[in-house]
T-cell receptor, first 111, second 116 residues
Framework: SQQGEEDPQALSIQEGENATMNCSYK?????LQWYRQNSGRGLVHLIL?????REKHSGRLRVTLDTSKKSSSLLITASRAADTASYFCATVPSGNTPLVFGKGTRLSVIA | GAVVSQHPSRVICKSGTSVKIECRSL??????MFWYRQFPKQSLMLMATSNEGSKATYEQGVEKDKFLINHASLTLSTLTVTSAHPEDSSFYIC????????????FGPGTRLTVT
């Protein structure tokens, strides 16, 4: 089963621009995580935000979490062609339940 | 972060044969391992959860007799696709999780299965 919906499904931007991806989910969560996946490759863990956190930064990444709206956003600043990939949000509904993935956003950064 | 390996990375097999995929946690003990399946341009779908020494728990719609999961030790889980058919062709990704909060899952690099 899938928990979340990413928005947009696909995003194409110019190098240097910022990219914003949104994720909505349905149930309460313990934490929310964002992953990147290059075509045909494995997942790369980007960032984890706990349910009691509102914002987190890691390098050019900024993640926000609004538990009242059951939504999260991932902002990539000053995008690069190498950021081209699919981005997934995934939630841990509670305790030690497995990650449930959203549908993903395919980001294309054009040089 | 912790390292999870998968073997093989790619496999091509003929219809009707069985294929085994191994998933190993290399530098930590994984009490729980998960198997996901991903079709092209789609998201990851959880197939099953396995705990060391006990039977796997399969998600609704996943045939347990077709996708045999064994979690014999704290560092190894295997997925066997039995009597494979072309529709089983997919990207299979395993994930391992340790003991403590926040129960972070570490993912293997995936196995591309093609059934001809």
């Amino acid at each position: 089963s899938q928990q979340g919906e990413e928005d947009p499904q696909a995003l194409s931007i110019q190098e240097g621009e910022n990219a914003t991806m949104n994720c909505s989910y349905k149930t309460s969560i313990n934490n929310l995580q964002w992953y990147r996946q290059n075509s045909g490759r494995g997942l790369v863990h980007l960032i984890l935000i706990r349910s009691n956190e509102r914002e987190k930064h890691s390098g050019r990444l900024r993640v926000t979490l609004d538990t009242s709206k059951k939504s999260s956003s991932l902002l990539i600043t000053a995008s690069r062609a190498a950021d081209t990939a699919s981005y997934f949000c995934a939630t841990v509904p509670s305790g030690n339940t497995p990650l449930v993935f959203g549908k993903g956003t395919r980001l294309s950064v054009i040089a | 972060g912790a390292v999870v390996s998968q073997h093989p990375s790619r496999v091509i097999c003929k219809s009707g044969t069985s294929v085994k995929i191994e998933c190993r946690s290399l530098d930590f003990q994984a009490t729980t391992m998960f198997w996901y399946r991903q079709f092209p341009k789609q998201s990851l779908m959880l197939m099953a959860t396995s705990n060391e020494g006990s039977k796997a728990t399969y998600e609704q719609g996943v045939e347990k007799d077709k996708f045999l999961i064994n979690h014999a030790s704290l560092t190894l889980s295997t997925l066997t696709v039995t009597s494979a058919h072309p529709e089983d062709s997919s990207f299979y990704i395993c994930s391992a999780r340790g003991y403590d909060e926040p129960y972070e899952q570490y993912f293997g690099p995936g196995t591309r299965l093609t059934v001809t």
